[in-house]
């Protein structure tokens, strides 16, 4: 059909309509080139590598058997070079979708017809719900939009996302992009994020590939005169183990990601992306990665020119690629790595290693097959849609964390609270919801907008952005307070505060936010909300302890629709169901823990990180969240009160008579012997309202003499329940002490600790005794 065939434009409107939106879709598809092996590209479609019913590893060695040293090596980059002899275009394998296709990456892009793409909560906030059923449903709506945009010649198939870094100290400006502190937490969300993106097709087919980064032991950016690609990150063996690479094999095990990408830093004075041990021992060797590894942009670049790390760049180029990293963000490989080979450093071979790595991805994607495939109909119908925004709603709704409500003075009542002064630098705003590496929003709804909804808004910023560097704003919040019947006071961070490059110094709320807070609610004739937004947490101690503001709500980055779940949950409509991700410390604790110590564990004056091992004051510990109802709970049925390892051999069980540590290590215990030990909570919602409630299991492990051991207690388990009124639902939890009872010793290996455990869930305690069986 041609579009401007203007005589099939007369007549009948209908027949106007309909072909305008099939000229529409015909110009978005328009944009893409030939897809290789299409059947109307006449140099390809005989070709071997082109048949879809050739096994796949049979296709990638045929293409690369076709390639010179040359195209391999102009392949080995983000911006891959076409071979256009073989009918293949270039590929830009750099995009992002860390909550939402984005186009921080040159990989995808708006305009035209997709002009944005439906912008989710910040990560932080999302992971705050503590529902791994919602972190895929967003994973699969996010791939949705990318395969829609991608069949529109705006977007590719391969997404740096998600980031699975531990939240290690507050100040870190990249936290709001991780699922939290907790090494479980970031686990499941890793896993459940990857399979909603990567999808669950049959054959090994991939819908989009995901990625996980940034491996490993990677959350400092810039503090205190240390940048990211200076950093030597000293971390020990049993810290790797149980915190900082838990996420990471939980992509490749559980998700089965499609990649990993190696960071900027330095660990134990290696550079991760030079390093044979974390990224071919580790990554492909003892976790099996099906997949490709990359850089972080620029990386082996970096480990060159800034750390000095080799004395040529033929043999950084040589380091990397032999580390085992397949594909360089960057140029660095594409200009240096013909020299390494002339110079006997690297062989064809190895290139044709990395090459097929990343060339099965692309088969998997189906980017060799044509225009073919289940995901070939949708387009920009499917970008934006309703259900999608409906989505993203729900998920801000399931991640904001009521923290205070003294006097249940929430919700507001839209008949008694007709009038509310909304006043802060973040009460108005539209692209601070959505955090960074975002996209461009369907549509905003601001807080003012959200709150408008249900009463008349007087509305006042107080302070000119988040730094607040002076007052002069302060007199006329001040004077809305006094008018109306409540008060709701949107402060906290953005991009200027915490972000990529950007660590804080200190946990305090900006400039003058807090006096703006203070003076405002001294003023206010109604009840004031404290309404926070931020990636990381906040000293609001002052608030917390102040009888005049009522009540504290953590929004985190609350996405395109923030506004209408903050609205919304002010007012009751919906109830808050989010727990806090990681922990919330006073302001004197960052004088204590300089950022660059990677430590987890307390030791003389050092006190510690994450709930895991800190135990000084909080502001509000990890898994702390109100609700507008009250939960209680109770086992169902009597749990097992004691359970028996069994050995794989006679040596082991020598060595546990005969050990100080009384424990088993995992590899010498028959994890298949003994059933697991199902937990049954009943939970009760025995307040007034609907809502939804996180049932955590925490062990706390004997104190048995495991050498440098040192934890509090651990998350085990975690499930979301939707509960009605006056109803109660049951939670099973299945314990099994291979992998939840097991600690990490000195060495990095895992154990099971002999004796008493204790199970932590709510107000609940359980003792499990645990003994070999010789």
């Known amino acids: ?3 401007n065939n203007k005589s099939l434009l007369i007549g009948n409107k209908v027949v ?162 991780t699922p939290g502190e907790d090494p479980i937490v970031a686990a499941k969300y890793a896993a459940s994020y990857v399979r909603g993106l990567q999808g669950t097709a049959a054959g090994n087919r991939l819908k989009v590939a995901a990625c996980c980064k940034h491996y490993t032991a990677y959350d400092l950016d810039n503090w205190n005169g240390v940048d ?77 020119n800034q750390q000095h790390y080799t004395s040529t760049p033929e043999e950084a180029a040589a380091a990397s690629i032999k580390a085992g990293l397949d594909l360089d963000c960057g140029p660095f490989l594409a200009i240096f790595t013909e020299g390494a080979v002339k110079k006997g450093l690297l062989t064809e071979n190895d290139i044709n290693l990395a090459l097929a790595n990343t060339l099965t991805v692309q088969m998997r994607l189906g980017m060799f097959d044509g225009n073919l495939g289940p995901y070939a109909n949708l387009g920009p119908r499917d970008v934006c849609s309703p259900a999608h925004k ?22 507001l009542s839209p008949r008694r609270h007709r009038t509310v002064a909304v006043i802060g630098p973040n009460s108005d705003v539209t692209e601070t919801m959505i955090g960074n590496y975002a996209g461009k929003a369907c549509a905003y709804t601001t807080p003012l907008q959200g709150i408008s909804r249900y009463a008349r808004t007087l509305h006042q910023a107080g302070c000119a952005g988040v730094a607040c560097k002076g007052n002069q704003g302060f007199g006329a919040a001040e004077a809305a307070a006094r008018e109306a019947d409540a008060t709701v006071l949107v402060m906290g961070l953005d991009q200027s505060i915490e972000a990529e490059t950007r660590d804080r110094t200190g946990l305090l709320l900006p400039g003058y936010q807090q006096d703006l807070v203070t003076r405002v609610a001294q003023a206010s004739r109604g009840p004031v909300i404290l309404v926070l937004m931020s990636g990381g947490p906040i000293d609001v101690t002052f608030a917390k302890n102040d009888p005049r503001v009522a009540a504290i709500i953590w929004a985190g980055y609350p996405g395109q629709a923030g506004g209408a779940a903050i609205g919304n949950i002010i007012f009751g409509a919906a109830d808050p169901g989010g727990k806090l991700p990681m922990t ?90 003994f059933p697991k030990m199902p937990l049954h909570v009943e939970v009760s919602n025995t307040g007034e309202y609907d809502g939804t409630h996180t049932v955590f299991v925490f062990a706390e492990p004997p104190k048995n003499g495991i050498k440098g051991l040192g934890v509090n207690k651990q998350l085990i388990a975690f499930e979301k329940v939707h509960v009605m ?49 010789l």
């Open 1 to 3: 059909m041609s579009c």
């Open 390 to 411: 409906h989505l993203a709603l729900e998920a801000a709704l399931q991640g904001i964390v009521l923290l205070k409500n003294s006097g249940r003075s929430l919700p």
């Open 228 to 304: 990211r690609f200076h950093f030597n990150a000293k971390v020990t063996q049993q810290d790797l183990e149980d915190t900082y690479n838990v996420p990471f094999k939980s992509c490749v095990y559980e998700g089965k990601v499609a990649s990993v990408m190696c960071s900027y830093n330095q660990v134990n004075g290696k550079p991760t992306c030079a390093d044979e041990n974390l990224l071919k021992n580790t990554i492909r060797g003892q976790w099996r990665l099906n997949g490709y590894i990359v850089s972080d942009c620029d990386s082996v670049d970096v480990f060159f």
């Open 725 to 773: 009124a006056g109803a109660k639902q049951t939670v099973r939890v299945d314990v099994d002490a291979c992998k939840h009872l097991g600690v990490v010793d000195e060495y990095g290996k895992r154990r099971i600790p002999m004796g008493e455990h204790k199970l932590h869930i709510g107000d609940l305690k359980h003792t499990i005794l645990v003994q070999p069986q």
């Open 584 to 673: 919330w410390y006073p302001q004197d604790y960052v004088a204590k823990v300089p950022m660059t110590v990677m430590a987890m564990r307390a030791s003389g004056n050092y006190p510690g990180r994450t709930y895991r091992f800190y135990k000084g004051p909080v502001v509000f510990p990890f898994g702390f969240g109100l609700s507008y109802t009250t939960f209680t709970h109770s086992l169902a049925k009597s749990p097992l009160a004691q359970l028996s390892v069994s050995l794989s051999n006679l040596n082991s069980a020598n060595a546990i008579l005969n050990s100080t540590s009384h424990s088993i290590k995992v590899s010498h215990t028959n994890c298949n012997s």
């Open 16 to 177: 106007v309509i309909l072909v305008f939106l099939l000229c529409l879709v015909h110009s978005s598809e328009s944009l893409r080139p030939l897809f290789a092996c299409d059947p109307a590209n006449g140099l390809t479609r005989t070709l071997r590598f082109c048949r879809v019913n050739v096994p796949i590893h049979v296709r990638v060695q045929d293409l690369i058997g076709r390639l010179t040293l040359q195209e391999k090596i102009r392949n080995l980059v983000n911006n891959a070079a076409a071979v256009p002899r073989l009918g293949i275009g270039g590929y830009e394998w750099w995009s992002e979708a860390l909550h939402g296709v984005s186009d921080v990456g040159p990989g995808s892009k708006f305009g035209g017809a997709f002009p944005g793409a439906t912008s989710f909560p910040q990560v932080i906030t999302t992971a705050a719900s503590f529902n791994q059923s919602l972190w895929e449903e967003i994973g699969r709506v996010v791939s949705d939009e990318a395969r829609a945009m991608y069949n529109g010649g705006v977007a590719g198939l391969t997404y740096w996302s998600p980031n699975v870094n531990i939240l290690r100290d507050p100040r870190w400006g990249r936290g709001q992009e």
